[in-house]
């Protein structure tokens, strides 16, 4: 159960470079470029008293001419397109196909007592909205925020474009890879014992926090869950943002925040970069 704990925060929060430094943020200079560009790693579900700005974060969010986030978040037609994606149109799908009965009524159950929400009404929506109503009551706060959305909020104030390195499609057909059955397991550990995903989370972001992006590596890979997925979820993608990126950083400074898996090991961000000819440093201060 643990494991799969591990396995579904790494699917929506996104963890670390791996690297001995401990940072989120790496300044893109060297090669051709005639001014440097900054990649950031975020987290995508926090409680606001645990969320942070370092300041050369906030200093490179002002130096930048754009930012650019997985997918563009400031789309208006953003939810429209994924509440279509996340609907099956297959009259024969049923999302109680993916759980045993046992396990639905038991969801079902935790749904009605502690969401007031009925199950029924998502029964031609993917298991992954499902997972998406319950991850955040994994924290230990009522609301939960993301950087995101603040860099969305902050992109607003100092009239900064935001784009995407992914299309929201693209996106979507990634998660679109994992079976039902499996976000159904994810789901009903979640639900089976509360308490010990709060405090697993717990860890998982206090790691985060210190930037300890050894520690917080160390705990993705403690997950078979993805074995075989990884290029799908991981590696694929950077390996098509690295393009997005260099095009973008030719024309000015740009600051791209991605969940900070993606920088880490030999086929991250920051290691792709490297091997295309750019510096690629840490920056603490």
């Given amino acids: 159960m643990i494991k799969r704990t591990f396995a579904a925060f790494a699917l929506i929060c996104l963890f670390l470079p791996a690297s001995a430094q401990q940072s989120l943020l790496y300044r893109v200079s060297g090669k051709n470029l005639k001014q440097p560009s900054y990649v950031y790693g975020t987290i995508h579900l926090?409680?606001?008293?645990?969320?942070?700005?370092?300041?050369?974060?906030?200093?490179?969010?002002?130096?930048?001419?754009?930012?650019?986030?997985?997918i563009d978040m400031d789309d208006p037609g953003m939810m429209a397109t994924m509440m279509t994606r996340l609907q099956e149109n297959n009259e024969q799908y049923s999302l109680e196909n993916a759980f045993s009965k046992a396990d639905y009524r038991?969801?079902?159950?935790?749904?009605?007592?502690?969401?007031?929400i009925e199950l029924s009404a998502f029964n031609k929506m993917k298991p992954m909205v499902i997972l998406s109503i319950i991850l955040p009551r994994m924290l230990n706060c009522p609301t939960a925020t993301a950087y995101e959305s603040k860099f969305v909020s902050m992109a607003k104030e100092q009239?900064?474009?935001?784009?995407?390195?992914?299309?929201?499609?693209?996106?979507?057909?990634?998660?679109d890879a994992?079976?039902?059955?499996?976000?159904?397991?994810?789901?009903?550990?979640?639900?089976?014992?509360?308490?010990k995903q709060k405090a697993i989370y717990a860890r998982l972001v206090a790691a985060y926090?210190?930037?300890?992006?050894?520690?917080?590596?160390?705990?993705?890979?403690?997950?078979?869950?993805?074995?075989?997925?990884?290029?799908?979820?991981?590696y694929d993608r950077n390996r098509k943002w690295i393009p997005v990126m260099e095009k973008a950083m030719q024309?000015?400074?740009?600051?791209?925040?991605?969940?900070?898996?993606?920088?880490?090991?030999?086929?991250g961000v920051v290691a792709l970069l490297r091997k295309k000819g750019y510096k690629v440093e840490p920056v603490t201060k």
């Fill in 106 to 116: 038991k969801l079902d159950k935790y749904l009605k007592d502690s969401m007031h």
């Fill in 209 to 234: 926090k210190k930037q300890d992006i050894q520690r917080l590596h160390a705990m993705l890979g403690e997950s078979p869950e993805f074995a075989g997925y990884e290029d799908k979820l991981v």
């Fill in 178 to 195: 994992f079976p039902d059955t499996l976000e159904a397991r994810m789901i009903m550990d979640y639900i089976s014992d509360l308490p």
């Fill in 251 to 267: 024309q000015e400074t740009v600051l791209f925040g991605c969940g900070a898996m993606h920088l880490g090991g030999d086929q």
């Fill in 46 to 70: 926090i409680c606001p008293n645990d969320f942070f700005l370092p300041e050369p974060l906030v200093r490179a969010f002002k130096q930048s001419k754009s930012i650019y986030l997985e």
């Fill in 159 to 175: 009239q900064k474009e935001i784009r995407g390195l992914e299309a929201l499609d693209d996106q979507i057909d990634v998660f």
